[in-house]
């Protein structure tokens, strides 16, 4: 079994930063990649960022320069650094993870979902 645990989600001014984290556990053999995908109301589900094991990067436009994506592999935990905080970055941040699990293979998993509210 694989677990996403996310936190840091809330409600905040424009113009602030949060920071989520998204820590995996269970019978990970090896990550290929984690990232965070927002879904507004109404929305599909996109990417907003993400990380390989070898430390690439990818960002939608929205986000370059605003949001910054790192990842600890020790503690199999990503990080999303979100500055400049806009009104329209208000969705549900879910946690992504592709990783290969021991005795399953290879496979996708998502966390949860936080909340990130931008309202003055």
């Known amino acids: 079994q694989v677990q996403l645990v996310e936190s840091g989600g809330g409600l905040v001014q424009p113009g602030v930063s949060l920071r989520l984290s998204c820590a995996a556990s269970?019978?990970?053999?090896?990550?290929?990649?984690m990232g965070w995908y927002l879904q507004a109301p109404g929305k599909q589900r996109e990417l907003v960022a993400a990380i390989s094991s070898g430390g690439t990067t990818n960002y939608a436009d929205s986000v370059k320069g605003r949001f910054t994506i790192s990842r600890d592999n020790a503690k199999n935990t990503v990080y999303l650094q979100m500055n400049s905080l806009k009104p329209e970055d208000t969705a549900v941040y879910y946690c992504h993870l592709d990783a290969l699990i021991t005795m399953r293979g290879r496979g996708v998993y998502w966390g949860q979902g936080t909340q990130v509210t931008v309202s003055s």
């Open positions: 269970g019978s990970i053999f090896a990550i290929y990649t």
